[in-house]
C-alpha cells in the first residue's frame, strides 16, 4: 500500500512540475510579435527557470491534492423517478438537430474550410490528404443534389444537412444509451444543454469537416468500452460485439489518417489488458486494418500516394526556425533545403504556428521531398545536436495550444468561413455565393455568444482537463476506466508528434465531444467496480 502511495504521489507531482512549466512558458510565449521576437531571441532553459517551475510546482500539488481530495466526495447519485427513454430520445435529437441547422442557415450555403471545395471539385485528386471514402461521400452527397437542383449553394447545404442528420443521430443514440444505462436525469440534461448550446461544438455538427465525422465515430466506441469493462472482457466470445467494434475501429481508420495510431494504442491496451482473449483481439486488429486500407483495393486510379510532408510537420518547422534564426546548418545541408524551397521563401514566410505556410507554399517541391524521404530525416536528425535549443523553441511554439491554457482565440474558427476570394474557388465555384439568410445584427449577436461559450475551450484546457480525471482514476483506483482515455491520448500524442496548426481546434474536436461522457462516467463508477 505504502509503494502505492509513493507512486501515486510521484505521478502527482510529475503533473504539477509540467503544468508549472506550461504556465511560466506561456508568459514568455504568444502569437503577439513582439513577445514571438523576445521569446525566440531571449528566453532560455536555464538553471533560474527550472528554480520558478520548482517552486511553483509544489504550490500546484498542493492545489491538485486538495481538489482529488474533494473530487473523491462527488458521486453522482442515481435519479428517483427516471425520464422515459423515448421521450429523452426525442428531446435530444429536436435540441441538437435544430441548434446545429441554425449555424448553418447563418453560415448559408455551409461553414467549411476552402480545403473542402476543392474536394467536391475532385475528391480524388486531394485523396493524398483527405481520407477517400470520406472525399467520396461527400462528393456522392453534392452531385446528386446537384443533378436534381442545378444549384451550387443548395448542393453544398446539403452536403451540411445530412452531416447534421448523421451527427444529431450519433450524439442522441450515445445520450440516450447513457441515460438507460446510468439512469441520471441530471447528467443527461447536462449533456442535452451541452451538445445544443457549447457554439463551437454545435457549429462543428454542420462544418463539412472529417473531424467531427472522426469524433462521431470514436462517441460509438464508449458503449462498447462500457460492454467491455462490465463483461471484464467476455464480450469477446459475442460474434455481434466482434462485428460492431471491427466496424466502428475501421470507421475511425477511415474518418481520418491518424485514426490508425489511435486505433493500435487501443488494441495494445487490449492485449494487455485481457490475454485471455488474445486471439480474439488479434481477430479485431487484423480486420480493422484490412478496413482502414479499404482504398488500397479500390481501382488505380482513384488512389493517390500520400505526401511525406503530411508526417513530418514538426520537422519541417524545426528546420525552418533554425534557418530563419541562422542556427547551425552545414551549406550541404541548406543545398538540401534550398533544393526544396527556397531559403529566401522560408525566411519570408515562415509562421512559428503553422506549417502550411511552408508545406503549401506555392514554391515547394513536395515531389522530391517525397523522393528524398531519407535523406530528410538524416539532415532533420544530424543537426538537431548542435541545434537543440532552436529545435525545442520551435516545437514549443508550433504545439502551443495544445499545452498553453488560454482564453478564446479567434482564429479556433476562422476555418468555418468560405472564402470565396481564393483563386481556385472563384474558378471552379464562380454560382457559389455567401448569402445572408439572417441580419447582420443577428450574425453580431452569434459571433458574441461564440465568443463566450469558448472562452476557455481549446486544444490545452480540454487536454489538462482530461489529464486531471487521468489521475483522479488514479487517486480512487478506477484503473479500468483508463479505457475510455485512451482514444483521446492516442489523437493528443499523434497531433504532438505531427501538429500542423497550433490553434485549430478542429484537430483536438473529439475532446470536445468525448469528455463529457468520460467524465461522468468515471463520478459515477465506484472504486474498482469493474
Known amino acids: ?227 467491455i469493462l462490465v463483461s471484464r472482457g467476455r464480450c469477446f466470445n459475442d460474434d455481434i460485439f466482434l462485428l460492431k467494434f471491427v466496424l466502428i475501429i475501421g470507421a475511425v481508420c477511415l474518418s481520418r489518417n491518424n485514426g490508425i495510431y489511435v486505433i493500435l494504442l487501443l488494441i495494445l491496451y487490449l492485449f494487455l489488458k485481457y490475454k485471455k482473449y488474445f486471439k480474439k483481439i488479434v481477430f479485431v486488429l487484423v480486420a480493422s486494418l484490412l478496413l482502414a486500407n479499404l482504398p488500397d483495393f479500390f481501382p488505380k486510379s482513384l488512389q493517390r500516394e500520400a505526401l511525406f510532408q503530411e508526417s513530418v510537420a514538426i520537422p519541417i518547422q524545426q528546420l525552418a526556425f533554425t534557418i530563419k534564426y541562422e542556427g547551425n546548418l552545414s551549406e550541404k545541408d541548406l543545398d538540401y533545403v534550398d533544393s526544396i524551397i527556397d531559403i529566401e521563401e522560408i525566411k519570408e514566410v515562415y509562421n512559428p504556428f503553422s506549417v502550411d505556410d511552408i508545406k503549401w507554399n506555392n514554391k515547394f517541391n513536395r515531389e522530391d521531398l517525397n523522393v528524398t524521404k531519407n535523406e530528410f530525416i538524416s539532415i532533420w536528425l544530424r543537426n538537431m545536436p548542435n541545434n537543440i535549443e532552436y529545435y525545442l523553441k520551435s516545437y514549443l511554439l508550433q504545439t502551443y495550444e495544445l499545452l498553453s491554457i488560454q482564453k478564446y482565440n479567434p482564429f479556433q474558427s476562422e476555418f468555418l468561413g468560405i472564402n470565396l476570394e481564393d483563386e481556385g474557388i472563384r474558378r471552379y465555384f464562380l454560382k457559389l455565393s455567401d448569402q445572408d439568410l439572417f441580419s447582420a445584427k443577428v450574425q453580431s449577436y452569434l459571433e458574441k455568444y461564440y465568443e463566450v461559450t469558448t472562452l476557455y475551450f481549446n486544444n490545452a484546457s480540454c487536454f489538462w482537463l482530461m489529464i486531471l480525471f487521468l489521475l483522479y482514476c488514479l487517486d480512487t483506483r478506477k484503473y479500468n476506466c483508463i479505457l475510455l482515455f485512451l482514444p483521446l491520448i492516442g489523437v493528443w500524442i499523434s497531433l504532438m508528434i505531427a501538429a500542423p496548426i497550433a490553434f485549430a481546434f478542429r484537430y483536438m474536436c473529439s475532446f470536445g465531444y468525448l469528455l463529457p461522457f468520460i467524465i461522468f462516467y468515471v463520478l459515477i463508477q465506484k472504486s474498482r467496480e469493474y
Open 1 to 227: 500500500m505504502k509503494k502505492i502511495i509513493k507512486w501515486k504521489n510521484f505521478v502527482f507531482y510529475i503533473f504539477s512540475f509540467l503544468f508549472s512549466g506550461m504556465i511560466i512558458l506561456s508568459q514568455n510565449m504568444t502569437k503577439r510579435k513582439v513577445f514571438l521576437e523576445s521569446f525566440v531571441n531571449n528566453f532560455k532553459f536555464n538553471y533560474s527557470f527550472f528554480i520558478k517551475v520548482f517552486f511553483l510546482s509544489i504550490f500546484v500539488y498542493c492545489i491538485l491534492k486538495s481538489i482529488l481530495f474533494f473530487m473523491r466526495f462527488l458521486f453522482l447519485k442515481r435519479s428517483k423517478h427516471v425520464w422515459a427513454v423515448k421521450k429523452v430520445t426525442i428531446v435530444t435529437f429536436i435540441c441538437i438537430f435544430f441548434s446545429s441547422l441554425l449555424f448553418l442557415l447563418i453560415y448559408y450555403p455551409g461553414s467549411n474550410m476552402n480545403d473542402t471545395l476543392y474536394i467536391l471539385n475532385d475528391p480524388v485528386k486531394y485523396s493524398f490528404q483527405y481520407p477517400l471514402v470520406y472525399s467520396l461521400i461527400i462528393y456522392f452527397i453534392y452531385k446528386t443534389t446537384w443533378v436534381f437542383t442545378s444549384s451550387m449553394n443548395f448542393s453544398f447545404f446539403m452536403c451540411g444537412f445530412v452531416q447534421i442528420i448523421f451527427m444529431s443521430s450519433v450524439l442522441t443514440y450515445v445520450i440516450r444509451w447513457f441515460h438507460k444505462t446510468f439512469k441520471r436525469n441530471y447528467c443527461t440534461l447536462l449533456l442535452v444543454l451541452y451538445f445544443s448550446f457549447t457554439s463551437i461544438i454545435v457549429n462543428l455538427n454542420s462544418a463539412l469537416l472529417r473531424d467531427p465525422i472522426f469524433s462521431a465515430f470514436l462517441l460509438l466506441l464508449i458503449p462498447l468500452f462500457h460492454k
